[in-house]
């Protein structure tokens, strides 16, 4: 019998981390642009946004659908400068802006050819 249970037990495990988090890059990406803008960083009319990278380092379950995430973004200036920018924010299946954006500069530089 606790051969079964463990088997069981073995098999269940991995479906629990099926459990999605949801895609929310747009929000904390949108607030790290306007906080880039209104810390004096860069005017965001000179980013390339088709360039923009992003990246989810973690989701973490805070509780009963609401997640923790953090992201990376990498901001191209059409100057050839990038901004890396991390973010934190909450955020749910119904809801990406369930609480406010800490944004973090990373990194600036700047490319020469």
Known sequence: MKLKI?????VMVPLF??????????WPMNMAEAWLKNSGIVDITHLDESKTEVKLL????????RYTQIYRFIFHGKDGKTYQVITNSDASNEECSISQVD?????????TH
């Not at 463990?6 to 073995?10: H, V």
């Open 103 to 111: 944004s973090y500069l990373v990194s600036q530089s700047e490319i």
């Open 6 to 10: 463990a088997i069981m037990t073995l």
């Open 58 to 65: 973690a989701s973490e379950p805070k509780g009963k659908n």
């Open 17 to 26: 981390s099926l459990a999605k988090s949801p895609d929310c890059h747009s």
